[in-house]
């Protein structure tokens, strides 16, 4: 079967399930969750994003899902598919461009999560203190040569794993990979429980001190939600396209959900206990997962087992999401190149997407170096840029704008011909999802915003 002619589509509904709850938990869960939960106050940024995947995250996936069912279509045709005119044109584009700005900074952090996977291999940590863990992690993210040569890798990767077609690189991967990630993060959040003090750590991370809610606390929590759902950039109107027809988008979006939300639980409970065990400061940043848990690890015993399982899952996790975020990208250029006289099939969609990325790598590894000092725009480099116009502006527009298309663009019929009027607990989820498409969604993202300029 040639890859061209036929849809491209998963086989099996757990497939989809997986690939799109590998799409979610990434970086975002294991990385960005703990760092920015510890940037702002904890407990209070737990609740408040809590609330961000009930009211936000599960309608707009449900909402992604099924503008990706209903066309069949990527993120370039999939608005056009269903309304018949080229109106919402720009908001394909726009997926686009979020896409290549996320895949920039996201494959750079992927690269530095395969170097310490890596060091951990070599057990190249051995004996070192938190100290020498900033130590190391200053130097590495200073090294623009390494950074490049582990992004490139990720690159590569990624690149390979889309080379073949849907149902047998994502699926198959995603449906031994997820579950394998989970049974890890259990192993290591039980591991984690065990250390000397651990309740200091759980009581930051589940104790809410509503004091420490402010409008910042609330645009974080939003826009983390966004990013760690894969919402706003048409990745899960891309792996909605591939779903069976027959697949319920209620439960799949639910499932999703509350995997990803696990999953950044985990984290934090894999990661606090341990911040307050060796004295890290919570609101450390970036580097907290890279300086902080090595260093926990080799004061545990099986710490080179610990470390390699850590950074493995970390890798795996990574991965999954890239496959996601680089398939919107070539399933993008494909589509669009259809009807024109050279029309790009899948693997040169591959190439095209992984030398547009590997410029935006560049850049961001150099903002990161000293050689960078020119990629700062007011006071924060393009690898900050791009992570915060993405996360904060970018998806947040692109789902407020994906939420007004289902919600004043289809008409009712459709969209329950779509979602259903489902019995039991779904029947909530159905009732409550075109008012909150319709009203509370776009009439929040547009509060916080304006809260977030200082306007509101
Ligand atoms: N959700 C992923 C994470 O948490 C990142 C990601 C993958 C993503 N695909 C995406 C974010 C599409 C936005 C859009 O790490």
């Known amino acids: 079967m040639s890859t061209e002619k036929s849809n491209p589509s998963f086989t099996s509904k757990l497939g989809l399930i997986m690939a799109a709850a590998g799409s979610a938990v990434g970086l975002g869960n294991i990385w960005k969750f703990p760092y920015i939960a510890g940037e702002n106050g904890g407990g209070a940024f737990l609740i408040i994003y809590l609330i961000c ?20 279509k990527s993120a370039f045709g999939a608005f056009q598919a269903i309304r018949n005119n080229n109106r919402w044109q720009w908001l ?9 700005i996320i895949m920039g900074f996201y494959f750079v952090v992927t690269g530095w999560c395969f170097h310490y996977a890596v060091a951990a291999i070599m057990h190249s940590f051995k004996g070192l203190d938190t ?17 490049f040569g582990y992004s490139v890798l990720a690159v590569a990767l990624t690149a ?11 699926e198959r991967l995603s449906k031994i990979l997820m579950p394998l990630l989970l049974l890890m993060m259990v192993l290591m959040a039980g591991r984690v429980l065990m250390l000397p003090d651990s309740n200091i750590g759980m009581k930051f991370f589940f104790q809410a001190d509503f004091s420490k809610i402010t409008p910042g606390v ?11 759902l894969s919402i706003g950039m048409g990745a899960i109107i891309t792996y909605g396209a ?15 959900v509350v995997l990803d939300t696990l999953v950044a639980v985990l984290a934090g409970i894999i990661i606090f206990p341990a911040v307050f065990a060796f004295g890290v400061d919570p609101s450390e940043g970036p ?25 493995g899952l970390l890798c795996i996790a990574a991965v999954t999401s890239t496959i996601s975020l680089m398939e919107v990208a070539v399933a993008f250029i494909t589509e669009a190149s259809a009807t024109h006289k050279h029309p790009l099939n899948r693997h040169k969609a591959v190439l095209v997407v992984s030398a547009i990325v590997l410029v935006m790598v560049v850049f961001n590894v150099l903002s990161l170096t000293d050689k960078g000092t020119w990629l700062f725009f007011q006071g924060k480099s393009f690898f900050d840029w791009a992570d915060t116009i993405s996360a904060n502006i970018l998806m947040p527009v692109n789902a407020f704008a994906m939420a007004l298309f289902v919600g004043w663009w289809l008409n009712k019929n459709e969209v329950h011909h779509e979602i259903g009027k489902k019995s039991g607990w779904q029947h909530w989820i159905c009732a409550s999802y ?9 009439l929040a993202i547009m509060a916080i915003f304006l809260n977030g300029l200082g306007i509101l």
């Not at 609330?218 to 760690?228: I, N």
């Not at 069976?244 to 439960?251: D, E, G, L, R, S």
């Not at 907290?288 to 004061?299: R, S």
Request: glycine letters at 8%; hydrophobic letters at 55%; aromatic letters at 16%.
């Open 53 to 72: 995947v009930l009211v936000f995250g599960l309608p707009l996936l449900m909402t992604e899902f099924l503008i990706g069912k209903k066309s069949g």
């Open 92 to 100: 394909s584009w726009c997926c686009m461009l979020t896409a290549i």
């Open 131 to 147: 100290t020498a863990f900033y130590a190391h992690f200053s130097h590495f993210v200073n090294n623009g040569g390494a950074m």
């Open 160 to 170: 390979g794993v889309l080379w073949f077609d849907v149902n047998k690189g994502i």
């Open 218 to 228: 609330v645009l974080a929590a939003m826009g983390q939600c966004f990013f760690s």
């Open 242 to 256: 591939y779903m069976p027809k027959t697949q319920n988008i209620t439960a799949t979006a639910l499932q999703v």
């Open 287 to 311: 580097e907290l997962v890279f300086v902080v848990l090595p260093g926990v690890f080799e004061q545990m015993s099986f710490s080179w087992l610990s470390s390699v399982l850590f950074f």
């Open 434 to 442: 075109l008012p909150l498409v319709r009203y509370l969604i776009p």
